[in-house]
T-cell receptor
Framework: DGGITQSPKYLFRKEGQNVTLSCEQNLNHDAMYWYRQDPGQGLRLIYYSQIVNDFQKGDIAEGYSVSREKKESFPLTVTSAQKNPTAFYLC????????????FGSGTQLSVL | EDQVTQSPEALRLQEGESSSLNCSYTVSGLRGLFWYRQDPGKGPEFLFTLYSAGEEKEKERLKATLTKKESFLHITAPKPEDSATYLCAVQMRTSGSRLTFGEGTQLTVNP
């Protein structure tokens, strides 16, 4: 089945620790995205990538880093500089044509110990 | 500043009681407006894309409409399984394929 796989489903971070969230897609999409969702709020864009080996900051990139070494993969690292990391993280992908819709993974819930 | 505002924040309906959700936007150069459904603890699921004022799309009990300033998601005779958060998002001509989301409307349909 084609889709987007995020792992793990739940992740706990200790203070001062970096953690990496995995996102893999087999939809052959060029573009991939990371969004953050806080309780009762909409999605805010962290980073996005329209092509391999290139990515751009979204609206709330501080404290996060990404890489795009393969078309299928777009991991997100939450660094120790992100002081309020507790949130639901969503990965998405799309084709890059006009009006292309985003397909979302099932999310990772990150909590701070 | 580009903004997407959804109302109400929460809506509680009885089964069969029709209503509408609103998404108003102030963006320059709208390319498309998207509606998604999100169940608790899951990723959003695509419902509709609307491209131009006057356009309407339907799927089962849902109908989405678009004007130059807002979009409505009409729910006709809802069932408890329609309970979810409904998210509206806009895609601008200057922003490539990225979406800007509203804060969502949490819909509860009681049997």
């Amino acid at each position: 089945d084609g889709g987007i796989t995020q792992s793990p489903k739940y992740l706990f971070r200790k203070e001062g620790q970096n953690v990496t969230l995995s996102c893999e897609q087999n939809l052959n999409h060029d573009a991939m995205y990371w969004y953050r969702q806080d309780p009762g709020q909409g999605l805010r864009l962290i980073y996005y990538s329209q092509i391999v080996n290139d990515f751009q900051k979204g609206d709330i990139a501080e404290g996060y880093s990404v890489s795009r070494e393969k078309k299928e993969s777009f991991p997100l690292t939450v660094t120790s500089a992100q002081k309020n990391p507790t949130a639901f993280y969503l990965c998405a992908s799309s084709s890059t044509g006009e009006n292309e819709k985003l397909f979302f993974g099932s999310g990772t819930q990150l909590s701070v110990l | 500043e580009d903004q997407v505002t959804q109302s109400p924040e929460a809506l509680r309906l009885q089964e069969g009681e029709s209503s509408s959700l609103n998404c108003s936007y102030t963006v320059s150069g709208l390319r498309g407006l998207f509606w998604y459904r999100q169940d608790p603890g899951k990723g959003p699921e695509f419902l509709f894309t609307l491209y131009s004022a006057g356009e309407e799309k339907e799927k089962e009990r849902l109908k989405a409409t678009l004007t130059k300033k807002e979009s409505f998601l009409h729910i006709t005779a809802p069932k408890p399984e329609d309970s979810a958060t409904y998210l509206c998002a806009v895609q601008m001509r200057t922003s490539g394929s990225r979406l800007t989301f509203g804060e969502g409307t949490q819909l509860t349909v009681n049997p």
